[in-house]
């Protein structure tokens, strides 16, 4: 099982290091209101997105069922506060899975490369040498469960994150179990606190299947260190399973629908 560490009992030193893992997740992460803000906040619903910014253009990949006409995407400025609402361009969806690409006006947020989107290889990664030198695979995302309303027109959005093991992986989709604990972040960084992962976890839906991977010396990189391998797309509550989209969909989704970034990554691709 590829659970995330217990925070109970650690040291100062690796609580400081899981919560910058955590942050990684985090800054990456957006939140998407499926209904905007039109709605009273009390009626809200929620989504998770992850933006990705390759040659100039910039896109929040999310699953199929969050995109809507009055869909708000916000996301997480470089000192951890919510900004207002990204401007949509536009959207494409794939025919048949639940994958979309919001186009969204550039505004520096952060936002992860083309190199971080990897295909998995769960033979690799579930194997005894990866699970003891400290990798982590994990979902992270905006359960609805986790926010709070602080107020008449505002949220404390916090992001949670819990371990998953591979259960089978196709080309189109990935299945992984999640773990019965799970750690939440606030929206501005706070400090992570472990508790029980909802049986119900709604909002998750298009966040992200991360692998962070261990390194045994030298500079750690999020380009090098931190990979997506898939969007979240549902989940099976009496199995505790998560269903998601293989990030191999997103590379092919992208590509399909924009050429000239085809043609400057296509290397990218399995032969």
């Given at each position: 099982m590829?659970?995330?560490?217990?925070?109970?009992?650690?040291?100062p030193e690796w609580r400081a290091e899981i919560s910058q893992r955590?942050?990684?997740?985090?800054?990456?992460?957006?939140?998407?209101?499926?209904?905007?803000?039109k709605l009273p906040l009390k009626n809200f619903e929620i989504g998770t997105a992850v933006m990705l910014r390759v040659d100039g253009e910039t896109f929040a990949i999310t699953a199929k069922h969050c995109v809507t006409d009055d869909m708000e995407i916000v996301c997480n400025?470089?000192?951890?506060?919510?900004?207002r609402p990204l401007d949509i361009l536009g959207s494409v969806e794939h025919q048949t899975l639940d994958l979309a690409?919001?186009?969204?006006?550039?505004?520096?947020?952060?936002?992860?490369?083309?190199?971080?989107?990897a295909i998995p290889n769960p033979a690799v990664l579930t194997s005894r040498s990866a699970q003891n030198d400290g990798t982590v695979i994990w979902a992270a995302g905006y359960p609805a469960c986790e926010i709070d309303v602080v107020g008449p027109n505002s949220l404390d959005i916090g992001l949670y994150a819990t371990g998953v093991e591979f259960v089978n992986v196709t080309d189109e989709r990935i299945t992984v179990h999640f773990a019965e604990e799970g750690i939440r972040m606030g929206h501005d960084g706070s400090y992570p606190r472990q508790g029980p992962y909802p049986q119900r976890p709604n909002g998750m839906s298009g966040g992200g299947v991360w692998a962070q991977m261990a390194h045994t010396g030298g500079l750690f990189t999020p380009e090098r260190h931190?990979?997506?391998?898939?969007i979240s797309e549902s989940w099976l509550p009496s199995t505790r399973e998560f269903y998601s989209v293989n990030s191999l969909q997103i590379?092919?989704?992208?590509?399909?629908?924009?050429?000239?970034?085809?043609n400057n990554h296509r290397h990218l691709l399995p032969q």
């Open positions: 590829s659970r995330l560490p217990q925070i109970a009992g650690m040291t955590l942050n990684i997740a985090r800054v990456y992460s957006s939140a998407v209101l499926v209904h905007g803000s400025k470089e000192q951890g506060s919510f900004d690409l919001v186009k969204v006006r550039d505004t520096r947020f952060n936002a992860i490369s083309i190199d971080q989107i931190v990979k997506l391998f898939g590379l092919r989704l992208l590509f399909e629908t924009h050429p000239d970034i085809a």
